[in-house]
């Protein structure tokens, strides 16, 4: 950036962001985009079984009693474990 000032290479790099976002095209929907939007439009009730298997899984309310529980009984990790000794 020798030839050219700091404030002008960003005021240039503003006026190629601002051509490019003329360029883009927003339209464009990926195949798997549309295969998701169309199944969820013909299934409406996957959104229903996606959140039960998510509740399966993910959304649990922990039991502060069984998580200091199994806190507490845990092997100490060594100070380093990558060698043996």
């Known amino acids: 950036m020798n030839f050219i000032e700091k ?3 960003a005021k240039v790099c503003a006026l ?3 051509e490019n976002k003329k360029i883009m095209d927003y339209s464009y929907e990926s195949e798997h ?3 998701m939007r169309e199944l969820l439009e013909k299934n409406p ?3 229903k079984k996606r959140l ?3 509740d399966i ?3 649990k309310k922990l039991d502060k009693d069984e998580q200091e529980h199994f806190n507490e009984s845990a092997d100490p990790m060594k100070p380093y ?3 043996g000794g």
């Open 7 to 9: 404030s002008d290479y």
């Open 16 to 18: 190629i962001v601002l």
């Open 33 to 35: 985009t549309k295969f």
């Open 45 to 47: 009730e996957l959104e």
């Open 52 to 54: 039960a298997a998510r």
């Open 57 to 59: 899984w993910w959304d």
């Open 81 to 83: 474990v990558y060698f």
